[in-house]
């Protein structure tokens, strides 16, 4: 069977990846709908080597759609995910603005796909940090139960979308002609730059960008897991990497977290410090995997283990995921 698809925010930089991801998955689509503003619809794509017009994202687009893949913002979430759900589709949501709703599924297929089972037509991505994080995480969490996480964050500007994406080429280009550096995007400079401001500040002084780490590892993985995160933007275009830090319940031995780590979904593992080999932004980029290296016992607290993780953030940190979870819902016939 075929299936009819939507992807809202179609010429987005996670919509663009959400197309790409489905036609380099071959995933059985019968009718392709990119919708966007309305501004932008009448705007020509190419999907699987035909021309597709964007059409406007409004109340009726969805009444042929099997599953519609958000990545429109937050706010436009709010308003059309729940009239495309009534219109007959299943939202997969990249939006924060459902994560936290209890009748809302929060899913990464290779660490919690039974929560898709009682999915009431909406489902959320959760924020390509927490992702590539619990891709990483979940292994070691079922075998020692992870009580604490460290986690620091350095993040790339397509985090923030095709503006921030522009802007950092633009003062990159501006400082080699020493021209003036402006800045729209971001309250500072970006370019040579390192920013510990994704998204606002809350009353508790850490930004929402962290908190939505804190709070999403607790209704994926474990409510009882203590989280603090700090997230860093750094001028790097495309790979989110993470510094982590986990305290275990159960003591281990480091041979059993590579042999875990290496046999765990959609992992790679990329050490080997003697030959200078690590995860790395500009190899992730591109790539399905979360690749985890600098594997090594945190030597100042007992059953400590520090990580480093790397994953496109487009990619598994947004589009592969939701098409994951589009493809684990026709596999678990849950449509
Ligand atoms: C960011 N994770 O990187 C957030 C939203 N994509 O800006």
């Known amino acids: 069977r075929k299936y009819n698809i939507a992807v809202v925010g179609a010429l987005g930089a996670v919509g663009r990846e ?6 380099q998955r071959e995933f059985p689509v019968e009718v392709i709908k990119p919708l966007d503003i309305l501004s932008n619809a009448g705007t020509e794509i190419i999907f699987q080597g035909k021309p597709v017009v964007v059409q406007a994202a409004e109340t009726g687009a969805f009444k042929d759609v099997d599953i519609a893949l958000f990545s429109a ?7 059309l995910a729940p009239i495309a759900v009534a219109e007959g589709a299943i939202v997969v949501d990249n939006s924060s603005a459902w994560r936290m709703d209890d009748d809302v599924p929060l899913v990464i297929p290779e660490v919690n796909p039974d929560a898709l089972s009682w999915h009431k037509g909406l489902i959320a991505n959760p924020n390509c940090s927490t992702i590539q994080m619990l891709v990483a995480l979940k292994p070691l969490h079922d075998q020692y139960g992870i009580k604490r996480i460290v986690v ?10 095709q503006k921030a994406i522009d802007e950092l ?8 002609s020493a021209s003036p550096i402006r800045s729209n995007v971001y309250p500072y400079q970006i370019a040579f730059n390192a920013l510990p401001h994704i998204d606002i500040f809350l009353e508790n002084n850490y930004t929402k960008e962290e908190m939505k780490m804190v709070h999403e590892t607790n209704k994926i993985l474990d409510k009882n897991i203590s989280v603090s995160a700090t997230t860093v933007r750094i001028p790097v275009f495309r790979s989110h990497s993470e510094s982590i830090n986990v305290e275990m319940k159960k003591p281990f031995v480091l041979d059993e977290i590579f042999t875990i780590l290496k046999s765990a979904p959609g992992v790679v593992v990329v050490d080997n410090p003697a030959e200078a080999q690590y995860p790395m932004a500009i190899e992730a980029e591109g790539q399905d995997s979360v690749f985890v290296g600098r594997i090594r016992r945190d030597l100042s607290i007992e059953n400590g283990l520090n990580l480093w993780v790397v994953a496109d953030n487009l990619r598994k940190g947004a589009a592969l995921n939701a098409v994951q979870i589009a493809e684990t819902l026709v596999q678990k016939n849950l449509l």
């Open 73 to 79: 913002g937050a706010d436009a979430s709010k308003i």
């Open 152 to 161: 620091s964050t350095y993040q790339a500007v397509s985090g923030t979308g």
């Open 18 to 23: 959400m197309l790409k991801t489905l036609e």
């Open 169 to 176: 080429n633009q003062q990159i280009q501006d400082y080699v």
